[in-house]
């Protein structure tokens, strides 16, 4: 059964399983799972969970479901573990977000190397075996994702490079590349806001894109950093379908936000932090897997036409908002 959590308003529902897992649920003692990315495999759902270990670093972890919601089974065997002596996993592999492109699935996901965090792709076709591709974008460089589909011949990338001068702010990028292996022709797609606004300074993507009838549904995390620490926070955009660079709209309001105890307290308190959607076979229903306070993973689950209509409705969604920055 779904239940929501705090005001009947919401459109993203949570589960009443919430937290789906926890580390007591692992075979090994571990300090934490969260951020998963997630595919539809094989007639099952399956996450790739970051497990972080009491080592502080982490690794990626298969755990398959038949419904999504219950019955998991965590395969320990099916695992994704840093390669330490390279530069770019020295100190672990987070956050993955997995595109299907044919009959392969194109994990992107932050490399956790000595000189920071960056932009790292790995292939599969089974989850057993991960194809190491290589450094994406070098720190630091992280929230990234890969489109299912090139646009005249190239491949898209959102991400998230973060100056060394933190007063620039952190915004959401789009690279452009004809193998996978060559980036460049890269521009800001969405600025983080300033000021008030709950995605000031800092912006980047939740799960990769989905593609609609109005275009491709994005859906980011803004930080607000208070006197208390940061709360992330989950909005929404739409892209051309055609051309991704082209911002159609934006929202105002955050829909997604820490509310329920998972998510308020944890190893990180109140972060709600999305790698993966999954669209169930409706068409509409979208099921968010997302890591709750850094600790547990989580469910959601939201109407496609209800985020669009969101959209639409809001002041920002009939202007385009490429380069807003306030
Ligand atoms: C981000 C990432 C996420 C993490 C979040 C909150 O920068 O590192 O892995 O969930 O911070 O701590």
């Known amino acids: 059964m779904i239940v929501k959590h705090g005001d009947p308003r919401e459109m993203f529902i949570r589960s009443s399983d919430n937290p789906l897992l926890t580390a007591e649920a692992f075979p090994r003692m571990v300090n934490a799972v969260f951020n998963p990315g997630v595919v539809s495999f094989d007639g099952l759902t399956l996450l790739l969970v970051r497990v972080e270990s009491r080592t502080g670093l982490s690794s990626l972890v298969v755990a398959t479901s038949p419904n999504g919601v219950d019955g998991w089974e965590i395969d320990w065997d099916r695992h994704m573990q840093p390669e330490r002596d390279t530069f770019s996993e020295h100190w672990g592999v987070e956050d993955p977000r997995i595109t299907r492109v044919g009959d392969q699935y194109y994990i992107v996901y932050t490399g956790y190397g000595v000189g ?94 989905l593609a609609t009838d109005h275009g491709w549904l994005i859906c980011y995390h803004g930080v607000r950093v208070t006197a208390s620490g940061s709360l992330y926070r989950l909005g929404l955009a739409l892209l051309d379908i055609g051309d991704p660079s082209k911002v159609l709209m934006r929202g105002d309001e955050w829909i997604f936000g820490p509310d329920a105890p998972y998510e308020r307290a944890g190893d990180v308190p109140d972060v709600v932090f999305p790698c993966g959607w999954l669209l169930e076979d409706d068409g509409d229903t979208l099921r968010m897997y997302y890591g709750a306070a850094d600790s547990t993973v989580c469910l959601a689950t939201a109407s496609v036409e209800r985020l669009l209509a969101h959209l639409e409705g809001h002041p920002s969604g009939s202007v385009p908002i490429a380069n807003s920055s306030d």
């Open 116 to 209: 920071g965090p960056m932009v790292c792709l790995a292939v599969t076709e089974d989850f057993v075996t991960f194809e190491r591709r290589g450094v994406l974008q070098p720190p630091e460089d992280k929230d990234a994702a890969l489109f299912p589909t090139t646009f005249d011949g190239r491949w898209a990338l959102i991400h998230r490079p973060a100056p060394a001068s933190s007063g620039l702010g952190a915004h959401m990028w789009l690279s452009w590349s004809p193998d996978l292996c060559h980036w460049g022709d890269a521009r800001i797609l969405l600025h983080a806001r300033r000021g008030g606004f709950w995605d000031a300074n800092k912006i980047g993507l939740g799960p990769p894109p």
